[in-house]
């Protein structure tokens, strides 16, 4: 991969400080397992939002998609599909929502939504994702202003890339990605097209940044279906999300990408579960990369765990295939880990089966 696309995927705001706090958090936990216990048989799967998963996670929204891998969000929606996992659909896709379906019919969507500052144009959106026959929204809070990523910043990354002098040189190293870049559909966003200029001055001209409790009283009023408030990153508006009518909370620090030295969501993760009642499901993402990281959040009480990072690596690597890989990684880890803690089904798992 040219080296600003990887950067644009691996690295976080400012320093950093956020994406490696989150992934040392994982780390800071033990199993405690139990021996002596028919594990023979074990079941992966979690009923999420009322829909049930073969693996407790969520293949969530990433922008951009076809920058990674020309096949983009056709060739995750597949592997989720395949694989009998949820994937979320990004408003800063580079594939439509009605693409997609036609694409991959048996997708069951699930889409997430920026607010605009032009909330006509919000409006149509949400209109198009009803009609494409989403019943889940995932509206994303985190970002008021985009986050200060300066490996983009430094590799002068535009969206969609641009031929200056620096690109051209890079051709020379990366061909067959360049190939597929220039030899494909252009790489714009499906939904709108205001691009130009680094991600975060994207975020900054289109997206809102007065986003208020008000807007999301009105989005729950205009969205019959299940509705998941991302970006919460505090034990108040996780408590407030619920008040408002979500469904459901994600933990989530954009993947470090926003805040810098935010608090790694698994930190929030007991004491959300602990204050929301058992109707409003939890989930956590940031800083996981294996199937142990997944038991961990869910022995936290996670009733899921959203991957960003971990699928794009795999969609770098190999299109479909390297997305149909990384799923069955963690559907290894995943079992292997469950029969050696000792537990055959993920409703056993609690914090007894934790040290720290």
Same mark, same amino acid.
């Given at each position: 991969?040219?080296?600003?696309?990887?950067?644009?995927?691996?690295?976080?705001?400012?320093?950093?400080?956020?994406?490696?706090?989150?992934?040392?958090?994982?780390?800071?936990?033990?199993?405690?397992?139990?021996?002596?216990?028919?594990?023979?048989?074990?079941?992966?799967?979690?009923?999420?939002?009322?829909?049930?998963?073969?693996?407790?996670?969520?293949?969530?929204?990433?922008?951009?998609?076809?920058?990674?891998?020309?096949?983009?969000?056709?060739?995750? !929606?597949?592997?989720?599909?395949? @694989?009998?996992? &949820?994937?979320?659909? %990004?408003? $800063?896709? *580079? #594939?439509?929502?009605? +693409?997609?379906?036609?694409?991959?019919?048996?997708?069951?969507?699930?889409?997430?939504?920026?607010?605009?500052?032009?909330?006509?144009?919000?409006?149509?959106?949400?209109?198009?994702?009803?009609?494409?026959?989403?019943?889940?929204?995932?509206?994303?809070?985190?970002?008021?202003?985009?986050?200060?990523?300066?490996?983009?910043?430094?590799?002068?990354?535009?969206?969609?890339?641009?031929?200056?002098? !620096?690109?051209?040189?890079?051709? @020379?190293?990366? &061909?067959?990605?360049? %190939?597929? $870049?220039? *030899? #494909?559909?252009?790489? +714009?966003?499906?939904?709108?097209?205001?691009?130009?200029?680094?991600?975060?001055?994207?975020?900054?001209?289109?997206?809102?940044?007065?986003?208020?409790?008000?807007?999301?009283?009105?989005?729950?009023?205009?969205?019959?279906?299940?509705?998941?408030?991302?970006?919460?990153?505090?034990?108040?508006?996780?408590?407030?999300?619920?008040?408002?009518?979500?469904?459901?909370?994600?933990?989530?620090?954009?993947?470090?990408?926003?805040?810098?030295?935010?608090? &790694?969501?698994?930190?929030?993760?007991?004491?959300?579960?602990?204050?929301?009642?058992?109707?409003?499901?939890?989930?956590?993402?940031?800083?996981?990369?294996?199937?142990?990281?997944?038991?961990?959040?869910?022995?936290?009480?996670?009733?899921?765990?959203?991957?960003?990072?971990?699928?794009?690596?795999?969609?770098?690597?190999?299109?479909?295939?390297?997305?149909?890989?990384?799923?069955?990684?963690?559907?290894?880890?995943?079992?292997?880990?469950?029969?050696?803690?000792?537990?055959?089904?993920?409703?056993?798992?609690?914090?007894?089966?934790?040290?720290?």
């Amino acid at each position: 991969m040219p080296r600003a696309v990887f950067d644009y995927v691996d690295g976080a705001a400012g320093e950093e400080t956020g994406l490696s706090l989150s992934r040392a958090a994982y780390r800071s936990y033990s199993f405690v397992p139990r021996v002596m216990r028919d594990v023979r048989d074990v079941d992966t799967s979690r009923t999420m939002l009322g829909k049930r998963s073969a693996l407790p996670i969520v293949l969530g929204p990433t922008g951009f998609t076809r920058m990674m891998h020309h096949a983009g969000e056709t060739a995750v !929606a597949h592997a989720a599909t395949d @694989a009998s996992v &949820p994937y979320v659909l %990004s408003t $800063l896709g *580079t #594939t439509s929502i009605e +693409e997609l379906r036609s694409r991959v019919p048996h997708w069951d969507p699930w889409f997430q939504l920026y607010l605009w500052k032009d909330r006509g144009a919000s409006h149509e959106l949400l209109a198009r994702v009803r009609e494409s026959g989403c019943d889940v929204l995932v509206l994303t809070v985190d970002t008021p202003v985009g986050g200060l990523r300066l490996r983009d910043e430094r590799n002068g990354l535009s969206i969609p890339p641009k031929l200056t002098p !620096a690109t051209l040189m890079d051709m @020379a190293k990366y &061909p067959r990605w360049w %190939s597929n $870049l220039l *030899t #494909t559909e252009p790489l +714009e966003f499906a939904t709108f097209r205001d691009s130009g200029g680094t991600v975060a001055d994207l975020v900054d001209r289109v997206f809102e940044p007065s986003i208020t409790t008000d807007d999301v009283e009105w989005l729950r009023g205009e969205w019959p279906g299940r509705l998941v408030i991302k970006g919460i990153q505090s034990l108040e508006d996780a408590v407030l999300a619920r008040d408002l009518g979500a469904d459901a909370v994600l933990l989530s620090n954009h993947g470090g990408r926003q805040v810098e030295r935010g608090l &790694p969501p698994i930190e929030l993760l007991p004491g959300v579960v602990e204050a929301l009642d058992a109707k409003t499901e939890v989930f956590v993402d940031g800083g996981v990369l294996s199937g142990a990281d997944v038991l961990i959040a869910v022995a936290l009480g996670a009733t899921g765990v959203w991957l960003g990072r971990a699928y794009l690596y795999g969609l770098m690597a190999g299109g479909q295939a390297g997305v149909e890989r990384v799923l069955s990684i963690f559907a290894k880890e995943i079992s292997t880990n469950m029969r050696l803690i000792g537990v055959t089904s993920l409703d056993q798992l609690d914090g007894t089966y934790l040290s720290r």
